[in-house]
């Protein structure tokens, strides 16, 4: 069975038993600071473990996309490790619990109709206390006792929060893979015969604070199933490699590098290592992630290295992870469009990354060969731990390579140390980590709240409502009296609140004897529209009629900002590839803010034609039409669906004549036309291949350009000339610059010549050495510089060292040469001992070296310290 199949089988078995399918996000995690990938099919449905959100069905499926890498340097050596894979999983929220989920899964493993596996080779794993799963599997399944194990460590536990008893379940690969003499023989021992293939959480108890355990008012199911795995046992193969899902990649890489999978132990490795990490790489860039020195993009940047590293173990020295890309692709379209959708992208990232790489490991072999001079002349024949890994955490060369390198010139690696700094930088991170798992505690007055509130304010600016609901400290209550801060639900409301990146409305809400301001409007659990409130005299009560009212200048602004913000998305595909995709939005009343995956910065061009493009649209007044759509047909529509955005089986589809077309639960105006302008006002990098633009729309954007206007009439005035003649004056005054500027160039060469003069006649001897020391008058490093090169030509042999005050700074350079630095001395170490004199340090070369130091004060003793020095460095047979 085809790992498509499988995958297809098991939605379609739990569309049959009730439930929803959640569609899998992206890698990428939303509202989620906890979390750097997704890292399980749990990890986005925690909004609906802890309360947060309210499922439209408490029965949820999917297939998750998901990254983990605490485990990288197994990947490739072990049958199941990887970096990317897909989790299967069914989930209850306060739904059904064992009996079901336990008997489903049985049926889904064991039905010829689905799974088809021999019940004789299917063993569980169950806590010691859990005498409900036990009797479902023994009882009611018919599981014989010896094939159900006791584990204590069966108990999904993060601390506070919900927690319960698991059962797994485990798949015989064959008595020969286990000694039955092993003690870890047996269903969730360490060992290859017993494989875990499906995991069931029972979550019926909230860990409290103090320690203790209570029921859960409503239990929850949650399970994982890893395609991987279950491909493995159905397709009857040794390794997840094995499978459809690998061996595609394994075998056009063997085409490529001109190798066979399956004969040499190293070229299997190698092999699975690059077809494990093209996957990762290929997901995660579709999904918008970039190569990077830092979080998720330093992670792939990793991966991407480590399968070039593996690949020139195959010989091969060229760019080539990135012609993978249409396999992964091609094995996924199933499922997964995106790497499909975004092959070209995807590609090119990869191949910019997979060339800078080989350049960086040419440099890497340039750094470990100064490494090596370095440990010769320190009489060392071993590169230290702490050198082999920063070739390796810094320039991204590979250990391996280090000691194959140190190998041929007679040196060994330290590998202890190596694997110490290793150690260092694993226990960094994971103490950086947050617990991936971790769910609130449940309850609270907005979770088991529920009211009727229906939000009308997309053809509604006011309304005529009563007040549902009101929370003050998270109590519910019946009155809110004057100078209170609460929250209020309303029957109905037209106030928005804040999502898919448009800022909440504000307004006012008024009764009999009473009104409110209200500050902020966020979304509850079930969707209702929560009002943050301040009243600012009388008292509200419970039940009470009021006229909710919104802010209608704000609003105004900010409709005309979203619509923008959709009509500046697609001229940037236009413009700049369909690559380009949303990353994060701010639309508020006074600006629009656009983050969106690119790689490199936009050039003037491109920006001008972008804002060209959005104008246009603008100008033609096109009508914006909303519309209400099954998710499906609005998909089939082409519509494009924002970043962070989940949707329902019913969305909002909100269509600009024919140009732009996304899902969308915002407001926007009637018509392109009442956006009036819109102004790009910057462009800048937040991040690897994300960049942001901040523009703004109406008399913001006119206000923006009555500024630059009256830059450019004093700017004309300051330069006495009409303002269309600024950039021609401006021009005429750069040459004019240009000019004096190297009429001071050739003045102060003529004044260090002269001084050179002055200076020569100061050379004095020491122990046979001809030394001239001086401090001089110098701008800067450079002019110091400038007056050495001409003293040198001047004194041939000898040794020079000026000293210049620059504000409250020394700087400092000396000349050493080519009879002395054979002699003995060295220029490097020479400016050193002199810096320091004078609180400062520096080095160079044999013959040329420059130094800064912090006491100007001391310079003239720093300077006499060379007569000092100068002696003691000197080879008796070299004086003079």
Not at 64 to 84: L, M, P, W
Not at 244 to 262: E, H, M, N, R, S
Not at 358 to 369: A, F, P
Request: charge should be negative.
């Amino acid at each position: 069975m085809k790992a498509s199949e499988i995958r297809r089988k098991f939605l379609d078995f739990f569309v049959e038993k009730g439930h929803r399918v959640e569609p899998s996000a992206s890698l990428v995690p939303v509202d989620d600071p906890s979390l750097l990938w997704i890292n399980s099919g749990v990890a986005t449905l925690k909004k609906y473990f802890d309360g947060r959100l309210t499922p439209e069905n408490p029965r949820i499926v999917n297939a998750q996309k998901s990254i983990r890498t605490n485990d990288i340097e197994n990947v490739g050596y072990t049958a199941r490790h990887h970096t990317f894979f897909e989790m299967m999983g069914n989930f209850s929220i306060g739904d059904y619990f064992k009996e079901e989920a336990i008997t489903w899964a049985w049926e889904f493993l064991t039905s010829p109709k689905w799974m088809g596996l021999e019940p004789e080779k299917l063993s569980v794993t169950i806590h010691p206390e859990d005498e409900e799963a036990y009797r479902i599997w023994h009882e009611k399944i018919g599981i014989p006792e010896e094939r159900i194990v006791k584990l204590e460590e069966n108990f999904w536990d993060i601390g506070e929060g919900p927690s319960g008893p698991n059962t797994e379940i485990f798949y015989d690969l064959g008595e020969e893979l286990c000694d039955s003499s092993d003690p870890e023989c047996y269903p969730g021992g360490e060992n290859e015969r017993f494989l875990e293939v499906w995991n069931l959480v029972f979550s019926q108890f909230n860990h409290n604070p103090d320690g203790t355990y209570t029921p859960l008012p409503k239990k929850n199911i949650d399970t994982g199933m890893g395609l991987e795995r279950m491909a493995l046992v159905l397709q009857k193969v040794r390794t997840n490699y094995d499978t459809d899902l690998f061996q595609p990649i394994i075998q056009a890489t063997c085409k490529k590098a001109g190798v066979q999978y399956g004969v040499d132990k190293e070229t299997d490795i190698a092999l699975k290592v690059i077809a494990d990490h093209i996957r990762t790489v290929v997901f995660a860039v579709a999904d918008g992630v970039l190569p990077s020195n830092e979080g998720r993009g330093y992670v792939l940047r990793r991966l991407l290295r480590r399968a070039v590293r593996y690949g020139r173990k195959l010989g091969m020295d060229r760019p080539f992870l990135f012609e993978l890309t249409g396999v992964v692709a091609e094995i996924m379209k199933d499922y997964y469009p995106e790497p499909a959708d975004k092959q070209d992208f995807v590609e090119r990232v990869i191949r910019g990354e997979e060339e800078r790489f080989l350049e960086t490991l040419s440099e890497g072999l340039r750094i470990l060969e100064d490494v090596i001079q370095t440990a010769k002349a320190e009489g060392r024949s071993e590169i230290s731990g702490e050198e082999a890994f920063k070739l390796y955490d810094t320039y991204g060369f590979p250990l391996d390579l280090t000691e194959d390198f140190a190998r041929e010139q007679g040196f060994t690696v330290d590998r202890q140390g190596f694997d110490k700094e290793m150690a260092s930088q694993r226990e960094r991170a994971r103490t950086a980590r947050q617990e991936i798992d971790s769910m609130k505690v449940q309850g609270g007055a907005l979770n088991d709240l529920e009211v009727n509130s229906q939000f009308v304010g997309y053809r509604e600016t006011d309304k005529e409502t009563h007040i549902a609901a009101i929370i003050y400290e998270d109590q519910m209550v019946d009155i809110l009296g004057e100078g209170k801060k609460g929250l209020l639900i309303l029957e109905e409301t037209p106030f928005y609140a804040e999502s898919g990146g448009q800022v909440a409305d504000r307004g006012t809400i008024t009764a009999k004897e009473a009104r409110l301001r209200v500050e902020d409007v966020q979304k509850g659990p079930r969707g209702e529209h929560v009002h943050t409130v301040v009243v600012e005299s009388g008292t509200v009560r419970q039940g009470e009629r009021v006229h909710a009212a919104i802010d209608k200048s704000l609003r105004t602004d900010t409709v005309k900002n979203h619509t923008a913000t959709h009509l500046l998305h697609k001229a940037l595909k236009e413009v700049l590839g369909e690559h380009v995709n949303q990353a994060g939005s701010l639309v508020a009343p006074d600006r629009l803010r656009f983050d969106f995956t690119h790689i490199g910065s936009l050039t003037d061009e491109e920006l001008r034609e972008v804002e060209k493009r959005v104008n246009e649209q603008v100008w033609v007044n096109t009508r914006v039409e909303t519309m209400i759509k099954p998710l499906a047909e609005a998909k089939a529509m082409g519509a494009m669906a924002l970043f962070g955005e989940k949707y329902g089986e019913v969305v909002r589809v909100v269509k600009v004549g024919d140009y732009s077309l996304e899902l969308c639960g915002g407001t926007h105006v009637g018509s392109t036309g009442e956006i009036g302008l819109f102004k790009i006002l910057s462009e800048s990098g937040i991040g690897s291949g994300i960049r942001r633009i901040e523009a703004a729309t109406g008399k913001r954007a006119f206000a923006h350009l009555e500024g630059l206007v009256e830059v450019l009439q004093e700017s004309a005035q300051l330069l006495k000339a009409n303002p269309q003649d600024v950039t021609e004056r401006i021009a005429g005054l750069q040459e004019k610059v240009k000019e004096l500027s190297r009429e001071n160039e050739s003045l102060r060469a003529k004044l260090n010549r002269a001084a050179a003069s002055e200076l020569i006649d100061q050379v004095r001897e020491v122990s046979g050495v001809p030394v001239l020391t001086a401090q001089v008058d110098a701008s800067g490093m450079e002019q110091l510089r400038s007056m050495m090169d001409d003293l040198r030509q001047k004194l041939s042999e000898g040794v020079i060292v000026l000293g210049a005050v620059t504000g409250d700074k020394v700087q400092l350079v000396a000349s050493v040469s080519t009879k002395y630095v054979q002699a003995g001395l060295h220029a490097g170490k020479l400016i050193k001992e002199v810096a320091s004199v004078c609180g400062g340090g520096g080095g160079g070369r044999p013959d040329m070296a420059q130094a800064g130091g912090k006491e100007p004060h001391r310079l003239p003793a720093a300077l006499q310290k060379v007569e000092e020095w100068l002696p003691t460095q000197l080879q008796p047979n070299k004086r003079g």
